[in-house]
């Protein structure tokens, strides 16, 4: 079974400082690799997802990731945080060959909080 | 505008008063799932289900119902809710099997 690791439980970063959320799983091949954003009060967002290809993948909000498959990780990068950024952030894995409903699993999420 | 609608957004109920978490995408898709949100333990899947009248347990099934009737609607039914049950329930949509789930707002649950 597929497994996610969020080793970051919270994280402080300054207004304009650059952003690394750490996202490790376990899956026997790759995986499909999800980052959502939470904020207060709302639902899920999907910020980006690596299927397969380039292993740099863009998302909305100037958002990046790398998937490093000898790692087994997918880390969520920006250059320069917004304070609009503070928000709960979870990676997620779907595994392709696990039958039918090819289920989400996430990681326990990393609670962003961004400093004037 | 496509989207997951969930109702109601909180509800505060009783130990052992039935009640039901309506779901309604409008995207036609068909995989539709249910998932708890609990405090240091992420998103965990509930139920899900491939299309209409087909229906299965994820991780923690245990005392949540679901029917599939309409390729849109997937409800969620707590028969005898319990305090354990109080959290953040979403329901989830996906156009197939291998692609991103679009999320509701979140249903607060709150069972005393």
């Known amino acids: 079974a597929q497994s996610v690791t969020q080793p970051d439980i919270h994280i402080t970063v300054s207004e304009g400082a650059s952003l690394e959320l750490r996202c490790n799983y376990s899956y026997g091949a790759t995986p499909y690799l999800f980052w959502y954003v939470q904020s207060p009060g709302q639902g899920l967002q999907l910020l980006l997802k690596y299927f397969s290809g380039d292993t740099l993948v863009q998302g909305i909000k100037g958002f990046e990731a790398e998937f490093k498959r000898s790692q087994s990780s997918f880390n969520l990068r920006k250059p320069s945080v917004h304070w609009s950024d503070a928000a709960e952030y979870f990676c997620a894995v779907g595994a392709p060959n696990t039958g039918t409903a090819s289920k989400l699993t996430f990681g326990t999420g990393t609670r962003l909080q961004v400093t004037l | 505008e496509a989207q997951v609608t969930q109702n109601p957004r909180y509800l505060i109920t009783v130990t052992g008063k039935k009640l039901t978490v309506t779901c309604s995408q409008n995207m036609n898709h068909e995989y539709m799932s249910w998932y708890r949100q609990d405090p240091g333990l992420g998103l965990r899947q509930i139920y899900y289900s491939m299309n209409v009248e087909v229906t299965d347990k994820g991780d923690v099934p245990e005392g949540y119902k679901v029917s599939r009737k309409e390729k849109r609607n997937f409800p969620l039914i707590l028969e005898s809710p319990s305090p354990n049950q109080t959290s953040l329930y979403f329901c989830?949509?996906?156009?197939?099997?291998?692609?991103?789930?679009?999320f509701g707002q979140g249903t607060r649950l709150t069972v005393v």
């Open positions: 989830a949509s996906k156009v197939k099997r291998n692609t991103e789930a679009f």
